[in-house]
């Protein structure tokens, strides 16, 4: 069974940085695409980025282009976001998932992942 661990999370002060990481067992993950989402309160879940396992392709949402980064240590199974000049709109919840079909495009629905980490919580202050 597949299985994703995110940690990472923190509490930062704007224009600061955190880097999450998203350790992934239970699988072989060489066609999977894995994912970043976030929800803040009262908000829906939204697409944050993703990129193939296999490396090549990799999407940002508009709102984190230039500040946040993906990155993988494929030997580890392990999948990061660096984040750079957070902003308290960044706050929310931050879960990794994985889709693991071999799909033409990079997907930014949820529910087209399959796998789900518990989450971990991001707050940037003012």
């Known amino acids: 069974q597949v299985q994703l661990v995110e940690s990472g999370g923190g509490l930062v002060q704007a224009g600061g940085s955190l880097r999450l990481s998203c350790a992934a067992s239970?699988?072989?993950?060489?066609?999977?695409?894995m994912g970043w989402f976030r929800q803040a309160p009262g908000k829906e879940r939204e697409f944050v980025a993703a990129?193939?396992?296999?490396?090549?392709?990799?999407l940002y949402t508009d709102s984190v282009k230039g500040r946040f980064t993906l990155s993988r240590d494929n030997a580890q199974n392990t999948m990061y976001l660096q984040m750079n000049s957070l902003k308290p709109a960044d706050t929310a919840v931050y879960y990794c998932?994985?889709?693991?079909?071999?799909?033409?495009?990079?997907?930014?629905?949820?529910?087209?992942?399959?796998?789900w980490g518990q989450g971990t919580q991001v707050t940037v202050s003012s």
């Open positions: 998932a994985a889709d693991p079909l071999p799909r033409a495009a990079i997907q930014v629905m949820g529910g087209r992942y399959t796998y």
């Open positions: 239970g699988g072989t993950f060489g066609s999977y695409t």
């Open positions: 990129e193939r396992w296999s490396g090549g392709t990799t």
